[in-house]
C-alpha cells in the first residue's frame, strides 16, 4: 500500500516542483509513513468531533454575515466620503500585512511551542500544525469549514465589535478604522486558504494569477518553509514578511530568549524550598544569637559571683 508521501505523487502536476518538494516525496525531508498509517490518518480525520465539526461551521457562518453586513455599511459611507475614500487603500494594504504577520506568529507559537495533547488549544490549534509537516498534502483534503474554523472565530471578535460601533463616518479616519478591520478579519479567515492553495496540485487560473502576482502564498515562496527543520517562512497568508522576519532572525532569536527565560523561571521554582530552609535556618541562627545575647550577661554575673 503507498504511504501518504508517495501517494501524493499522484497529485502533482509537471509544473507543481514546489509542491512536489513541499510533500516531502523528493527531499525526503518527510518521515515516510508505515503501511496502513495513511488510510489510520484518514479515519482519524473523518473521526474529527461532531462539536468540533459544529462549532467550525458556527464560526465561518457567523464571520461570513458579520462582513457581510461591515461591507454594505462601508459602501454607503465611501460614496458619502468622496476624496477621503483612498484612505481605504493603504488600509487594506496594512491589513493584509498585519494579517501576514499574526500567520506567521501563530504559526511560528504552534510549530515551536506547546504539544498535541495540551489542553483546549492541543487539538484544535496545536495539532493541525504538526499534522501538516508529517503529511503537508493533508491540507488539501480539508473542506472550508475545517480549514477556516478556528480563524474565522479569532476574527468574529473585532467584526462584531466595529457594528456594535455603529456605520462608518464620511471621514477618512473612520473608513480606514472601518476598511482595516474587514480586510484584516478576511485575510484571516482566508490564510488556511491560500495555504491550501500553495500546496494544491490543481487551482483555478485566477488563483494561479494570484499566486504569480505574489498577491498570495506562493509555493515557491511556501516551500522555504517545508524544506529543512521547518524555522523559516512562518507567514502563510501573503508571505510578504518572510524575507524580513527570515532575515533578521527575529523568531528563532526570541525563541531562545523565551526558553532562557523558562529555564531561570523554572530554576526560581525549583529554588523556593531552598529558600524556605535558609529563611528558616536564618530563623535558628537569629534565635541562637538573641539566646546568647540574653544567656551570656547571666554566665558572666554567675562566673562573677
Ligand atoms: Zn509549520
Ligand atoms: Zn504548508
Excluded at 50 to 57: C, G
Excluded at 154 to 159: D, F, G, M, T
Aim: charged share 20%; hydrophobic share 45%.
Amino acid at each position: 500500500m503507498p504511504t501518504c508521501a508517495e501517494r501524493s505523487e499522484d497529485w502533482i502536476s509537471p509544473g507543481g516542483d514546489a509542491n512536489l518538494r513541499a510533500s516531502g516525496a523528493t527531499t525526503g525531508s518527510v518521515t515516510p509513513e508505515p503501511d496502513g498509517a495513511c488510510a489510520a490518518r484518514r479515519v482519524q480525520e473523518e473521526q474529527r468531533p461532531f462539536w468540533l465539526k459544529a462549532f467550525d461551521v458556527a464560526s465561518v457562518s457567523a464571520l461570513l454575515v458579520l462582513l457581510n453586513v461591515a461591507v454594505a455599511r462601508l459602501v454607503p459611507a465611501l460614496g458619502e466620503g468622496g476624496a477621503a475614500a483612498w484612505i481605504l487603500l493603504p488600509a487594506c494594504a496594512a491589513a493584509v500585512l498585519a494579517a501576514d504577520l499574526v500567520s506567521g506568529l501563530v504559526h511560528w507559537i504552534c510549530d515551536r511551542f506547546f504539544a498535541e495533547d495540551t489542553p483546549l488549544i492541543g487539538r484544535m490549534l496545536i495539532h493541525p500544525f504538526r499534522e501538516h509537516h508529517v503529511d503537508p498534502m493533508a491540507i488539501t483534503r480539508h473542506g472550508l469549514f475545517e480549514l477556516c474554523g478556528n480563524n474565522a472565530l479569532a476574527v468574529l471578535l473585532p467584526v462584531l465589535a466595529l457594528l456594535l460601533a455603529g456605520p462608518p463616518r464620511p471621514s477618512a479616519s473612520s473608513l480606514a478604522l472601518h476598511g482595516f478591520v474587514i480586510a484584516f478579519s478576511f485575510a484571516v479567515f482566508a490564510t488556511n486558504l491560500m495555504h491550501k492553495w500553495a500546496h494544491a496540485v490543481q487551482c483555478r487560473a485566477v488563483v494561479r494569477w494570484l499566486q504569480r502576482t505574489r498577491l498570495i502564498l506562493s509555493p515557491e515562496v511556501h516551500d522555504r518553509h517545508h524544506r529543512g527543520d521547518f524555522s523559516h517562512g512562518y507567514c502563510v497568508t501573503t508571505g510578504w514578511l518572510n524575507p524580513l522576519l527570515d532575515a533578521s532572525r527575529v523568531l528563532p532569536r526570541s525563541e531562545a530568549w523565551l526558553r532562557s527565560r523558562r529555564r531561570r523561571f523554572a530554576r526560581t521554582l525549583l529554588m523556593r524550598p531552598v529558600r524556605v530552609r535558609r529563611i528558616r535556618a536564618g530563623g535558628v541562627r537569629m534565635r541562637a544569637r538573641s539566646e546568647r545575647r540574653v544567656l551570656a550577661p547571666r554566665l558572666r554575673s554567675r562566673r562573677a559571683s
